[in-house]
């Protein structure tokens, strides 16, 4: 691997307790721009709250993340808003749609809310949902489509900003074979185009061989397989 | 049905006549592209195979180039050869209830001795994986038949991956209550 001095995402024994369970244990985990990391391990290891805490979205109780050699933790919150916003994409585990909105709105958010005027955001929009095979459904709302449907929108709203970082959880979870892999081609073949680092946690090793390397989390800590085979 | 390697390359070799008499090496080319992703034939195979089909009545020599030699012959399928493949097609091949017999015998190792069946789960998944990236770039870059061999292997180990995970599960499980 790279030096680490190139690491775009960088976290460093994250200690995470909810009431008296432990979900993360001294969690190291590192990625470099471009890279596709896998982030596998049985239920309840603590997957999805190293991705929060990696994304500043939950805060650690002790440790540190460094991105582009900032520390999280050090930033306000609005700072650390404004940089998820910009820099970051998302496909949550569970529900993430607004309800009232359409596809194409749904897809412009990130957009506009970093300014970009809404005509420029629909179309931008509209180009991903092309991409993502599910232009057809861009004027129904999250109640009016399928689960893989409104995955793929959330695919797309993932993918619109040009995010330095794109965490996905579960992003194949509510998708067939056929539909999970094609969505992880247009995933890592756009992260690719514009050097995204991706980080995917997933408990199908058919969508982590999408990944150039994987990473184990049990019982809160990460164990990173690269080179040990 | 007994199953053997021999009995699916000839079956094989003789579906694929199906669309047209072929010459010995035209077949080893069309087999070895279709299915030789990891295991060539030899033209020996070849050429003993048909030679079976020809006794059986299942293919017959449909012309012979000048020059003579036995790679010159052109076989063309027969109506029994046509029934054969659809017989061959139409029944399932038996299930193999230890697919991968090695894994299992590690596993249950691990249990017996006492060691970490995560740690053997990681390292399996790791050398799994590494094949399945090969597999998964193999088919993007292919057409649909590399696709669908690919598939297949690709389930196939995934099929191993979550058999592997499931049992270090149920062993930790099994530890903990052993430990108490
Ligand atoms: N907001 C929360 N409040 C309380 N406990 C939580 C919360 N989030 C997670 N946990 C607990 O922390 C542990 C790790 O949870 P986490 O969601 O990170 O697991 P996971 O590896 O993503 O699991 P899965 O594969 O089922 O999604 C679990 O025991 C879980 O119950
Ligand atoms: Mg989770």
């Not at chain 1, 609005?78 to 940089?83: I, T």
């Not at chain 1, 596809?103 to 005027?117: D, K, Q």
């Not at chain 1, 929009?125 to 709302?141: C, S, Y």
Request: hydrophobic content about 40%; aromatic content about 6%.
């Amino acid at each position: 691997m790279t030096a680490s001095t190139s690491a775009l995402l960088t976290a460093s024994g994250l200690h995470k307790t909810y009431g008296s369970t432990p979900a993360l244990a001294g969690a190291d985990f590192v990625i470099h721009p471009g890279e596709v990391v896998a982030v596998m391990g049985p239920s309840g290891s603590g997957k999805s709250t190293l991705l929060h805490c990696l994304a500043g979205i939950v805060p650690p109780d002790s440790g540190t993340v460094h991105y582009r050699g900032k520390e999280l933790s050090a930033l306000s919150d609005a700072r650390r808003s404004a940089l998820r916003r910009a820099d970051f994409g998302f496909v949550f585990q569970f529900g993430q749609l607004v309800p009232e909105l359409t596809c194409t709105e749904n897809v412009a958010l990130p957009l506009r809310l970093v300014g970009v005027g809404r005509k420029e955001a629909e179309s931008r929009a509209t180009r991903w949902l092309e991409r993502l095979e599910i232009d057809d459904v861009r004027h129904h709302r999250p109640g009016q489509m399928s689960g893989g449907q409104g995955q793929r929108v959330a695919i797309a709203r993932a993918l619109v900003g040009a995010p330095s970082v794109i965490f996905a959880d579960e992003p194949t979870g509510a998708l067939d074979s056929l539909n999970g892999e094609r969505v992880m081609g247009l995933l890592t073949d756009a992260a690719r185009e514009t050097r995204a680092a991706v980080v995917l946690v997933t408990h199908e090793s058919r969508v982590a061989a999408y990944s150039d390397r994987e990473v184990i989390v049990r019982d809160g800590r990460a164990r990173d397989m690269a080179g040990a085979v | 049905m007994v199953y053997s390697p021999r009995m699916s390359i000839s079956h094989t070799l003789l579906g694929l006549l199906e669309s047209g008499p072929r010459h010995g090496y035209d077949l080893k080319r069309t087999f070895d592209q279709r299915f030789g992703h990891d295991r060539q034939l030899h033209y020996g195979q070849v050429y003993s195979t048909m030679s079976r089909l020809l006794k059986n009545g299942l293919v017959e020599v449909d012309g012979i180039e000048a020059g003579g030699g036995p790679e010159r012959k052109r076989y063309a399928i027969t109506d029994a050869g046509v029934t054969d493949v659809e017989q061959w097609l139409a029944s399932p091949e038996k299930p193999e209830p230890y697919l991968q017999s090695v894994l299992y015998t590690k596993v249950v190792l691990a249990l017996l001795t006492g060691r970490d069946a995560a740690e053997l789960l990681d390292t399996q998944r790791a050398e799994h994986l590494r094949l399945m990236r090969e597999l998964t770039r193999r088919k993007k870059d292919g057409d649909l038949a590399d696709q669908l061999v690919c598939d297949h292997a690709l389930f196939h180990l995934e099929a191993d991956l979550r058999w592997l995970e499931t049992a270090a599960a149920r062993l930790d499980r099994l530890a903990n209550v052993v430990r108490g």
